[in-house]
Structure formats: structure tokens, C-alpha cells
């Protein structure tokens, strides 16, 4: 399955809930973006597991990504995403900036998506750009045993719920002062 046909599986959903109820409903409640997560993926899985033959790690990372630059989005917080940088490296998200992350890395968030184990060998590269191993946050399908840094899966055993990550980035960002322009849609 393509990730075209993933995000449109994903936003068919997100269309059926009502963009703009969501949106108003977190833009009242961060709390909120829990359980419209939950709704969302399990409605989208649902949809994903009838379609595929089999089932994919891979594509489930692929809608977690989707659905988190959706609420990103929707949520007004501030993201970089899909960052290339000269060693071949791809930071799949950063909060707030790659500046930011550059000049105060105490400030900013990395987010990985692992979809293979492999890509846990790439974790060394983030490491030289953030040095605090707890602003790291790694969101894979299936729990990760990392102990030093934050995980997120779908799966409640061993890391955090995923669905609690918009409210954690949103937490962060307070606790550290971001004042970062945010645009309201």
C-alpha cells in the first residue's frame, strides 16, 4: 500500500469526523487530541487491515506520521518537518525549528518515526545534533526497548500511549517558554 492511499484512507476519516469539529474541539481542549487519535487510528486501521493482505509495521508508521503532521497542523504547534541534512540523515520531525535545535537543543524536540528496527542504528547521527537523549522521541508500531529515550507506540506495554504525544509536544513547549508564532486556520 502507497502512503498516497494511506493519507487518503486517513483523511477520508478525518473528513467523516469533521475537520473543523476536531480542530475546534482541541483548539477548546489539548486533551482533547487524545481521544480524537484514538478515533482516528482505529477507524483508519480498520479501513487499512480490510484492504492489505497482510500487515505492515510500514504502514502503520506511515499513518502515525500523517496523522501527527495532521494535528501538528491542526493544533497550530510549531514543526519542521522532513529535514535533510548533509550526512544523509532525515529528521522526520523537529519542534519547534531547526534553528532552535542548532542554538538551544534543551528547546526542541527530535521526532523519529522507526519504521525498521534498522533505523534504530541511525540514532547515533540525532545524537550529535541532540545531545539531551530525552529530547529524543521515537514512535514506532510495535514498543521499543530504548531506555534513553522517549518512545511512543500504538501499544500501551513498555511506552507511552501515542495518542498522548500532541498533548506531551504541547506540554514541552510550555515548560520551555517557546513563544513561537502560531498560525491560527
Known sequence: MTETEIKHILYSVIEEIGRQRIQAKITTSIESSKKYIDIIMRKSTEILDSRSTHESDEITASLFEALLHFMLTICTLPS???????????????????????TSPDKSIVLQIIRHDRELKKISQIESLQPNYENIWLISAKPLSTPKYRTYSILNTGSRRYSNIIIDIDKFLKEKGDKSFRFVH
Request: charged content about 30%; proline content about 4%.
Open 80 to 102: 519542521e518537518r522532513k529535514i535533510q541534512l548533509k550526512n544523509d540523515l532525515v529528521l522526520d520531525i523537529i519542534i519547534p525549528s531547526l534553528q532552535t535545535l542548532k
